[in-house]
């Protein structure tokens, strides 16, 4: 096979010529559109049309070929998906990571650490909570033995408390999103105003036991902003999806004092937790299905190994009669449904799907 005065593929071997036939006819596509199958040419265009809408441009053919390549297969899942929604409950779409592997997306749009044993933990089993980080482990009770019978139906979205899910690019700092968007809310709860603070003060400056861009603590976040004294604006202290040097603000204003944190365990006490305020978990956001999700309710595939920080915002019960959570993310308004997404809730025993009930946090004020 060639491609007269281009690209020469005498004496490659049959089994990696068959492997790559789909590169070649896109290549040959590309610089010959004459022997192109209409499938090529429609992915082609297809691709094309994708890398305008998100603005993407590759630095070589090699490059483009490649990721023409993981797009193909990435549309490929979702349409196979898609086919089967009314069954499986939930859509699929493209977006910005529909040119990336889903190892590739993991290992750059996760990165948060299970939370270390407390000594002092009162850990009772599952469903209850263990303990504070800081103050009276018993501040905050109060709040969880509130409702009685709590409502079928709850979005702090509805109340005015959420800022929109935003967007921590390439840096796996999803800590400092989820830690941030928790002050944020409670912030407001309290009688403050909805502020857009800062994930990038976190990010270069509490780096004590945190791994920046490579994972990092919800639980020593909070610390770190009690003993700031607060949290300054995103104004201030814009975000840059890289760790840089800390930035010395002096007087500058900082809002949402914590006065401490605790944690919860078990989808039955986060429920009541949430009624309160939104609550920070972790859970395993690995899989093609999360990466490309668009609506529904997600249901997995997953493990319990979490690996991602996000906020539990409300929760709810579908026309079905399916409990799910309502959860923000830091992926983008591109992503979901505008960055928002919707999670099984109390089908899949006492970890919860993915492992979203084994560990939440959230601030105290």
């Known amino acids: 096979m060639r491609v007269t005065g281009q690209v020469s593929f005498v004496g490659m071997a049959p089994s990696l010529l068959w492997h790559r036939l789909p590169l070649l006819l896109i290549l040959c596509a590309m610089l010959h559109p004459a022997v192109a199958s209409g499938d090529d040419l429609l992915m082609l265009d297809r691709f094309h049309r994708w890398m305008t809408a998100h603005g993407r441009v590759y630095p070589s053919i090699h490059e483009k070929l490649h990721r023409l390549e993981v797009y193909r297969r990435n549309v490929e899942f979702i349409e196979a998906s898609n086919r089967e929604s009314e069954r499986l409950g939930y859509e699929l779409g493209e977006n910005e990571f529909t040119d990336l592997t889903n190892e590739e997306f993991v290992a750059r749009y996760t990165g948060a650490a299970v939370p270390r044993e407390d000594a002092n933990a009162m850990d009772d089993g599952m469903g209850t909570i263990i303990t504070t980080l800081a103050g009276d482990v018993n501040e905050g009770s109060r709040d969880l033995n509130a409702s009685s019978v709590a409502p079928q139906n709850f979005d702090w979205r509805d109340q005015g ?124 956001a690995s899989g093609a299905i999360l990466q490309n999700w668009k609506s529904g309710i997600y249901k997995g ?58 560990w939440g946090t959230y601030p105290l004020m």
């Not at 944690?263 to 986060?270: A, K």
Request: glycine share 14%; with cysteine; aromatic share 8%.
């Open 161 to 284: 408390v959420v800022t929109p899910a935003k967007h921590q690019g390439g840096c796996g700092c999803c800590w400092a999103f989820a830690t941030v968007a928790t002050v944020e809310s409670l912030n407001k709860i309290k009688g403050g105003q909805l502020l857009d603070l800062s994930e990038q003060e976190l990010l270069d400056c509490d780096v004590a036991d945190q791994n920046g861009c490579k994972g990092g603590y919800i639980e020593e976040a909070l610390n770190w902003i009690k003993a700031k004294g607060g949290a300054v604006t995103e104004a201030t202290y814009p975000y840059q999806a890289r760790q840089g040097q800390c930035k010395n603000l002096g007087s500058a204003t900082r809002v949402g004092k914590v006065t401490g944190a605790r944690r919860v365990r078990g989808e039955p006490q986060m429920k009541l937790a949430v009624l309160n305020r939104p609550v920070g978990v972790l859970f395993d």
């Open 301 to 358: 595939l997953c493990t319990t190994k979490q690996n991602h920080a996000v906020v539990l915002v409300g929760y709810g019960v579908s026309n079905t009669g399916e409990e799910y959570w309502i959860i923000k993310n830091s992926w983008g308004a591109g992503w979901g449904q505008n960055g928002f997404f919707f999670m099984r809730r109390g089908a899949d025993g006492v970890q919860g799907l993915c492992g979203v009930a084994v």
